[in-house]
């Protein structure tokens, strides 16, 4: 590292000098130094989380843009829903940038029997798109999946048994909802 004092050449710059040296000025001295080197460490859970969040708006932002650029009749929609002064980009956006949410399962119908009913709550801020359901045996083999059908609610979604399980206890649970941005959500539970 070089320093000056007062010297008229290099007095008030700053910045980098290509990709070898870097200028600054402390008090009346200039210092010439080489380019510090970031460390290379493994990022904290904070950070990481932090970048999840960073990337998570950066998609949400791309498909707001897409949808307005490239699907009239779904900003339409958008703009039917918005409120107040919340334009349709916002809710395009806000659709993108948050997941279904899944609760209130109820499985005690199910009893392995075909045609047994499992119900699920699939909520969204905009709209879910589908909502899957798959069961596994104790030993982890797939049984049977299958598309829910939305009740007249629009929030409760049920899934009709198509095979015998004799082995219920022990019984995997899959549930996986969509939205319209394909955000998904999966919710798994023991039977």
Request: charged fraction near 25%; proline fraction near 5%.
């Amino acid at each position: 590292m070089a320093k000056t004092n007062r010297n008229f050449l290099t007095f008030n710059y700053v910045g980098k000098v290509g990709k070898q040296y870097s200028l600054r000025n402390r008090g009346d001295q200039s210092i010439i130094a080489s380019l510090p080197k970031k460390a290379r460490r493994p990022l904290s859970a904070q950070e990481l989380s932090q970048q999840a969040v960073k990337d998570n708006f950066q998609r949400a932002v791309l498909y707001a843009k897409s949808v307005r650029a490239n699907n009239p009749d779904l900003m339409a929609q958008y703009e039917a829903v918005r409120k107040g002064t919340q334009s349709a980009f916002n809710v395009a956006f806000l659709d993108a940038y948050k997941g279904p949410k899944l609760r209130d399962l109820r499985t005690d119908e199910y009893e392995g029997a075909p045609g047994n009913p499992i119900k699920v709550e699939a909520l969204d801020n905009f709209r879910v798109k589908s909502v899957k359901f798959t069961l596994f045996s104790p030993d982890g083999t797939r049984l049977e999946e299958g598309e829910g059908t939305q009740a007249e609610s629009g929030f409760q979604w049920t899934y009709t048994a198509q095979v015998a399980n004799p082995a219920v206890t022990g019984t995997k649970l899959r549930i996986t909802a969509k939205d319209i941005p394909d955000n998904m959500t999966v919710l798994e539970v023991l039977l």
